[in-house]
């Protein structure tokens, strides 16, 4: 840092930043990574964070609620019980009937099935609210440094127009002198 006519220079070198999350190297002038899009800054990525801790069942979790989530689930689910249903009401007659009608087999497996699902959902939605709490926090904490630096840019730019100010009282005071002292 130096100063120069009482204004302080902060001297920037110039380097390659590199991407928290990937590593990557981009060009001085880049605000977001060119090689994973994410944002480049001396921050905390939340999602890289939640899934560094994340164990192998609450993986399985997630990917079995997101594919809870999709239509496939429907018709993955429609398929299998039209099947269960023809098999056991003797439509296909190359399967022999395993669950006869009122297929108490298939509403034990379904109610396991529900078990299961339930289990799988409330820990998903469990990081989901976890994932929520930590990008709130990062909130507001930018917000708390944002307003801090806003403050401490107001104090800088009342002390500017203040020395401004006083220049200006200076110099009229010198023609005024000057403007004196020819008369």
């Given amino acids: 840092m130096s100063v120069k006519n009482g204004v302080s220079e902060t001297l920037h070198v110039h380097e390659d930043p590199l991407c928290p999350a990937c590593g990557g190297s981009n060009k001085p ?4 990574c060119a090689h994973c899009d994410k944002a480049l800054g001396p921050f905390r990525y939340v999602r890289e964070e939640l899934a560094a801790g994340t164990s192998r069942f609450e993986a399985l979790a997630d990917s079995v609620t997101e594919f809870i989530g999709r239509p496939h689930f429907f018709i993955v689910h429609s398929v299998w019980f039209l099947l269960w249903i023809a098999a056991n009401a003797g439509i296909v007659m190359t399967v022999r009937q395993f669950d ?12 396991v099935e529900a078990i299961f699902i339930t289990g799988f959902v409330l820990i998903s939605q469990n990081r989901q609210q976890a994932l929520i709490e930590k990008t709130a926090e990062l909130d ?26 006083n220049m200006e009282k200076a110099a009229g005071n010198r023609q005024r002198e000057e403007g004196n002292k020819g008369i």
């Fill in 140 to 165: 507001y904490e930018v917000n708390v440094r944002a307003y801090r630096e806003i403050q401490e840019l107001k104090a800088m730019t009342h002390e500017v127009l203040s020395r401004l100010e």
């Fill in 29 to 32: 002038e880049s605000v977001f």
């Fill in 100 to 111: 006869a009608y009122p297929y108490n087999l298939l509403s034990i497996l379904l109610a």
